[in-house]
């Protein structure tokens, strides 16, 4: 146990910036690298947090540094490399962002990576920080629901973003159950071409082990979340029981009806809120005290039914889980995506899923 925690930061756009100041703000962390391939954002990173070391080579920058915690927060085609280097600089702990990965054959090298190192691993999923989350999840595990027999979540951003998210949350919800079996459908291929590479449109259906269903739509058919303004946040995200059911929507607050009655509260996803914990959860699993919530093995779960369902779109039928061999799902989504447009559930759709 160290009195404070040396962090590199990779990738200073809007996320790295976020770590870098939710390290920088906790006494347990001091930030003592930075890196970004583009110099001018490095140069405003480096002075505003008041780094000396940095730089545009992530291993030059890791080796200088020796960071206790090496934290890459780049665009998602470079999952693999990062993990290399966090492993090869010696870090006790990597914090990095979702998707895990982009495909289950890079996933499968990065959970390699990952148990043969022995690295503690936490992947960003830190919404379940925030105040109605927690509500939500309090509600569901102090049995007010009665028996949980559906989770379910929706989100109107494409699967790369958001996906990840919703199954991250239902499973928290759902006492982290292994998956069994997946099967889904996709529609669009507008989205097959971006940097966080998805079908326009997924829904799918888990079967989880506890007997729990699972259901999900997230992209350009899903349905709207109309209490909710900021279509990045238009998520809802809930567990119905045998006596009522209780929902998050990430911009608006949580609801619940139990047998003791209806209740409702506020709360938004909100970084500057969320990070803080979410950075202390990480100096509480370097101290040994406890396992962070947003582990790699339970990400990994969330991201292997996230490449189960890809499989299904293109395979049919359903997909037992765990997943024992490596695909490219992306390039399977590439190869089985019909050529139509994706048809909108909501007009505001239309700028992100254009014609
Ligand atoms: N957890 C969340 O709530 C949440 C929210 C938004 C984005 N994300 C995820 O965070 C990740 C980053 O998203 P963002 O919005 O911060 O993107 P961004 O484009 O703002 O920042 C990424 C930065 O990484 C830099 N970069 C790329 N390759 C690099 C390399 N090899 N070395 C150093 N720097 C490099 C880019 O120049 C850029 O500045 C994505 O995976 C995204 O899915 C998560």
Redesign the pocket.
Known sequence: MKDKYRVVV?????????HAQAFQANPRFEVAGV????PG?LETAAAKLGVAIKG???REVAHAARPDVFC???????RK??IQVGVDCGAQLIAM???VALTSAEGFEIRRMVESSGVKVVV????RYGEHYKKVHEVIAGGALGHIHTVYGTATGWM??MLS?LIDYTRWFNGEADAQWVMAQAAGRGKLTDI?PSPDYIAGFVHFANGVHGVYECGAGAPDVPEVDYWWRKCRIGAQGSDGYAEVLTGGGWRAVTKDGAGSGGGC?N?DL?MPPYIQDMADWLDGKKLHPCNFESAYKGFEIMMAFCRSVAQGGQIALPLTSPEDEIQMLRDAVADRKVILSLPSSAKEYPA
């Open positions: 990779v990738g200073m756009g809007k996320r790295g910036m976020h890196c970004e391939i583009d954002r545009t080579n992530a890459f927060c780049t665009l998602p085609t470079i490399e990062m962002e979702k998707p960003s999923h830190q919404h790369m973003h998210h966080h996803m970084y969320d």
